[in-house]
């Protein structure tokens, strides 16, 4: 099936046909995960059928404010840029902004590990890139607007220039019947970039971010993608990077986070916490690492992961890890799990609370520490 859609896109005139090409044969050298596979081994397989590839469809409706996919392809009649921004499809682009595109565009994917981010690179639909000039402060909006129970593969490349500051927020609506996007960011020296995700389940979602010189990179996510995989490089002193996340989880519903911070200059700092809240037979996993390399002195990074069970057929598992190859480096990782404290329970019901109400407030009171970075 998916050899099939691949070879149906073999056009001789597509500007991107090399780097679709690139990303099949990354695609083909990695393969799909095998059941027993480090990274996969929590996600359930049934849940990566791929069905027919989505085609380009014309929806009747008004414009919206921010950057519209409609079933994994970039609209730009629904779609609505204020200046100074430039927000073009990525086979328009390749012409003002080739030389950035081609070089970023082979450099991620001769580095992609991941099957579903490669996937990705062979079979996105329109591409788009966004452009943030220097010096700017703006927030935007990007919308997935699912019309069919087609497979979508939308993928977004923004470039922020220096000083400059981003808050793009998004969400989707309507359901595909697999979507596998990717948004990939480069922060220019001094830029400020904030993500703050709603993406809900049945999605694979791969997103990656260059940091250069004093940038920053926060990304939210406070949805429940069926798989988040994140790597973030501070290849620049004094960049910083913040993951935070929360996934609210019940019935059969899954999620899993894979996040990968690697720290390539000195005096960066990083930071990694996410939580999950598990009802149901849902089931969470957590796998993330910190890589710092030799030249990387100075580096402070940080990751946590907290779960709180709600039923006894809920299941979190997690791996946090560090790799370090630098010797004065500030950093640590950790894992809780537990379920609520009955002692304060008893005492909110002594206040006056119900049973249902005083499990809310404490569930409330774990969320609020990711929940209040989205507001």
């Excluded at 392809?73 to 921004?85: K, M, R």
């Excluded at 069919?148 to 793009?168: C, D, N």
Aim: charged share 25%; with cysteine; hydrophobic share 40%.
């Amino acid at each position: 099936m998916l050899e099939e859609t691949w070879t149906s896109l073999l056009d001789p005139k597509d500007p991107l046909l090399n780097y679709r090409k690139k990303g099949w044969s990354q695609f083909e050298s990695i393969g799909l995960p095998k059941p027993k596979q480090e990274a996969f081994q929590y996600l359930t397989r049934k849940q990566w059928a791929f069905p027919k590839r989505a085609e380009p469809k014309q929806l009747m409706r008004a414009p919206s404010q921010g950057i519209v996919f409609v079933d994994g392809y970039f609209d730009e009649g629904l779609s609505h840029i204020p200046a100074p921004l430039v927000c073009l499809g990525l086979d328009q682009a390749m012409r003002p902004y080739g030389l950035f595109l081609q070089n970023r565009l082979m450099l991620t994917l001769n580095k992609e590990k991941d099957p579903f981010a490669a996937l990705n690179g062979a079979l996105f639909g329109r591409g788009a890139f966004l452009y943030i000039p220097p010096k700017c402060d703006i927030a935007l909006h990007v919308s997935h607007i699912y019309s069919a129970g087609e497979m979508a593969t939308p993928r977004l490349h923004i470039y922020v220039g220096r000083e400059s500051q981003l808050t793009l927020t998004q969400d989707a609506e309507g359901a595909s019947g697999f979507s596998n996007g990717m948004i990939d960011w480069v922060l220019e020296s001094g830029a400020k970039a904030l993500l703050i995700d709603r993406a809900q389940g049945g999605t694979m979602q791969a997103i990656r971010a260059h940091l250069k010189r004093d940038s920053a990179f926060k990304m939210v996510s406070i949805g429940h993608p069926l798989r988040n995989s994140i790597r973030v490089e501070l290849m620049e002193e004094n960049s910083e990077a913040e993951l935070l996340g929360l996934c609210r989880l019940d019935d059969a519903q899954e999620a899993h986070i894979h996040a990968h911070m690697e720290h390539v200059a000195p005096n960066a700092r990083s930071r990694q916490h996410f939580k999950s809240v598990l009802s149901g037979r849902s089931r969470f996993s957590f796998e993330g690492k910190i890589y710092v390399h030799a030249e990387a002195q100075k580096t402070e990074s940080y990751q946590l992961n907290n779960n709180l069970i709600l039923s006894e057929w809920a299941v979190a598992n997690a791996k946090p890890n560090l790799e370090i190859f630098a010797d004065d480096v500030k950093a640590s990782h950790g894992c809780t799990t537990g379920q609520l404290n009955e002692e304060e329970l008893f005492y909110l019901r002594s206040r006056g609370l119900s049973l249902p109400s005083a499990r809310e407030w404490l569930i409330a009171g774990f969320c609020k520490e990711i929940t209040d970075h989205a507001r």
